[in-house]
């Protein structure tokens, strides 16, 4: 390949395309000899890697990538579209069944139907905008790796003598002549420079001391953290690496998580107000919730879990008492507390049967609201179950009818045979719960049976409820651990880029002339004071003002 | 070290490409899986047992035009249309019609009286704790999902249908 430009400098070190400073003695190579400006010192000078100067599809990718300017572009217009989506709530802060396609009209008119409609209800899930992410994790990796390999490079063989003119051109130059001898005088100078911390490389009467060159990789340790942070949150939509899921678990039951292996039982809910006394003048008469509780227990299924003819055989994993701020754990998974409904709920009760005219009592059997055994055996007795309802009502035909499917006025048919009754069975009906007993009038509907026997529950230590009802949040990320090894790794790099600065000083001494530069790539106050601190110790006392070349931010 | 760069080059384009076209890629599929169902969209799997104890599953049905209702004995307007779904799957059968009734997580005893009262012959599946309806999103009963041969959704009828509804429905069904 065919290099157009000439690079070489007058040292003889051949330069590559895109060099400002010679990468041996530091010369500057443009055109501007006649300036004696402050030096363009960013990345000591070396071209940034991959500039070719014919190139092709992939340089072309790669260079686009590269550029800081496109960078911070990027980094704008992600802003700029990531407060769109702050206008109105996105879609997955909404719980249960919720349609965006009507809500957003319905709620806001038409420009909530614009917002539905350009998918800003979903902002941060739009391809567009992962995409954009996409484009400033790329341009991360590329920038980062084209300037860092150089100046790794740069600042691992610096030459110690440095061109004048380089020297001259610092933001911190300092001239003056020497009398003596020249190596003894730089030998001297550097001794006190390395008492601040300064590592010295002398040659002959060149030195140069440099400290803290670490934080120059601040910025990329920081970066790295970056990349790290940006991909474990792309990684979030890897199935299985992130939930947000809301479940209802009655006291006692147990209850599968929606697409896990895993079942939750709640054994006990419990909410607790504050007393009156406890509570402040202008709260007093009002319900205060001091605690909700719930007594969980995950259970991991071991077998027949998607079997859905056999019951799944479950294993408890891990037993704790959930309450605000303080979840379930397990594996990833946690279960905060969310809400609660505390309407009761009848389970199944346990009623014994009596027989009217002798006063006999049998039982109790077992009774559940749902998928009651079907036969029953008492004594002399058999009830065989004929019927039940969850909500008993009398339809419009005139034939018993269910209103809903939880048990909120449970009714039961049952044939039952025995002593005195007909030996085919006579049909009784049965109300659990007496509210019903006396709205439907029990004993009229059973009419000549009810003389003979009745079934009904003695105490409530027969009866079995739920009190409440828990709703409980379930969530998953995967990604967080990783999200924070990010955090971590960019704020290394902040703290190494932002309370360290690397100091460079060079000197020559030519016939008695001492030239001094200095580069610092922060503080500059701080640069001058330390040469002039130095110098002062080997009897050379010089404003640290009178220091300053120029130059911005200096 | 020339080529070495390239390589590099490469190398990190390579896994831009990779990672970044899987992140956009699932955004685009995503948006198809989630939000309400609608027509053209396809319905979430399932796997139930009948009221005879098979097991049966929507993909056993892939290539045919299936009717998927779901129905509860607490739902007057449900337990209208059990007998009319009935006349249509006697109907319609022969010409590969599918119907399969979901109920809404009622106990056995019910379920069973109901469908001996109807004499019902098309496949009632039990549903268990809700976990069907609510990947379907039901809001209100009945609701009837009529899927086509290719495994998307033609129509989803929310409330109960008359008896000439569904005919017309279950015929352009079969045309597709």
Not at chain 1, 370 to 374: E, M, N, P, R, T
């Given at each position: 390949m065919l290099v157009v430009e000439n690079t070489k400098c007058e040292c003889g070190h051949q330069n590559s395309v895109g060099t400002v400073l010679c990468e041996s003695c530091g010369k500057p190579l443009e055109n501007n000899e006649l300036s004696d400006l402050p030096l363009e010192m960013r990345y000591d000078g070396v071209a940034r890697r991959s500039q070719k100067s014919n190139p092709n599809l992939i340089d072309k990718i790669w260079n686009f990538f590269s550029s800081v300017k496109i960078a911070i572009y990027l980094i704008v217009f992600t802003f700029l579209t990531a407060m769109l989506g702050t206008i109105y709530p996105q879609e997955n802060t909404f719980v249960n069944n919720f349609d965006p396609s009507v809500y957003y009209e319905e709620t806001y008119g038409l420009p909530g139907k614009l917002y539905y409609l350009f998918g800003l209800s979903h902002t941060y899930e739009t391809w567009w905008f992962i995409g954009l992410l996409v484009m400033i994790g790329t341009s991360l990796v590329i920038c980062s790796l084209d300037r860092v390999l150089p100046l790794y490079r740069a600042l691992s063989k610096?030459?110690?003598?440095?061109h004048l003119q380089f020297i001259h051109r610092q933001k911190t130059v300092y001239k003056h002549t020497i009398d003596g001898d020249a190596e003894q005088w730089t030998e001297k100078f550097g001794a006190q420079l390395k008492r601040k911390g300064y590592r010295i490389h002398r040659e002959g009467s060149a030195l140069l001391a440099e400290k803290n060159?670490?934080?120059?990789?601040g910025p990329y340790i920081n970066h790295i953290g970056l990349i790290l942070f940006l991909l474990a949150i792309l990684a979030r939509s890897i199935p299985d690496w992130q939930m947000d899921s809301y479940i209802t678990i009655p006291d006692g039951d147990t209850v599968q998580i929606a697409d896990t292996n895993y079942f939750v039982k709640n054994e006990k809910f419990t909410v607790e107000y504050y007393k009156d006394e406890e509570l402040p003048a202008k709260l007093k008469g009002t319900a205060r919730a001091k605690l909700f509780e719930t007594k969980a227990v995950l259970y991991e299924c071991?077998?027949?879990?998607?079997?859905?003819t056999q019951k799944p055989v479950l294993k408890e994993v891990k037993r704790h008492n959930i309450i605000v701020n303080e979840p379930l754990k397990y594996k990833g998974l946690k279960l905060y507390q969310f809400d609660f409904d505390t309407t009761p709920r009848l389970n199944a009760v346990h009623p014994i049967l009596v027989n009217k005219e002798t006063g006999e009592k049998y039982g109790p059997f077992d009774l559940p609201m749902?998928?009651?055994?079907?036969h029953h055996k008492l004594g002399p007795y058999t009830l065989d179950l004929y019927a039940n309802y969850m909500e008993f009502a009398i339809g419009d035909n005139g034939e018993p009818t269910t209103l809903s499917r939880d048990p909120v006025a449970p009714a039961f048919i049952f044939t039952v045979k025995g002593p005195g009754l007909d030996p085919k069975g006579e049909p009784y009906m049965y109300f659990p719960m007496q509210k019903d007993k006396v709205k439907f009038s029990q004993d009229a509907i059973n009419h000549g049976i009810a003389d003979k026997i009745e079934i009904r529950v003695d105490g409530m230590e027969n009866v079995d409820f739920s009190e409440a009802s828990t709703y409980l949040n379930v969530r998953m990320d995967k990604a967080l651990p990783y999200v924070w090894i990010g955090a971590v790794f960019s704020m290394i790099g902040l703290l190494m880029g932002s309370y360290w600065q690397h100091r460079r000083i060079w000197l020559r001494i030519d016939d008695g002339q001492l030239s001094l530069g200095a580069h610092t790539n922060k503080n500059w106050y701080g640069m001058r004071s330390e040469v002039a601190g130095a110098l002062q110790k080997i009897g050379i006392t010089v404003d640290p003002k009178l220091l300053d070349n120029g130059g911005n931010n200096a | 070290m020339g080529k070495s760069r390239k390589t590099v080059q490469i190398v990190i384009l390579i896994a831009v490409l990779i990672i970044g076209g899987y992140a956009i890629g699932s955004t685009l599929f995503a948006a198809d899986d989630k939000g309400p169902l609608k027509e053209g969209s396809k319905p979430p799997e399932f796997e139930l047992v009948d009221i005879e104890g098979n097991t049966q599953q929507l993909s056993d049905y892939e290539g045919k035009a299936v009717v998927v209702n779901f129905w509860g004995t607490f739902c007057p307007p449900c337990v209208k249309e059990m007998p009319e779904f009935e006349r249509q799957y006697a109907k319609w059968k022969d010409q590969g019609l599918v119907i399969l009734a979901i109920n809404l997580s009622e106990d056995t005893l019910t379920v069973n009286n109901f469908v001996r009262r109807f004499d019902l012959n098309y496949p009632i599946l039990r549903d268990v704790n809700r976990q069907t309806e609510r990947n379907y999103g039901l809001k209100s009963y009945p609701t009837t999902f009529f899927i086509k041969p290719d495994g998307s959704i033609m129509e989803i009828k929310v409330g109960g249908m008359t008896e000439v509804e569904i005919d017309e429905r279950i015929e352009r069904l079969l045309q597709l």
């Open positions: 610096q030459q110690i003598r440095k060159r670490f934080s120059r990789w071991v077998s027949s879990c998607n079997d859905q749902k998928d009651s055994a079907l | -």
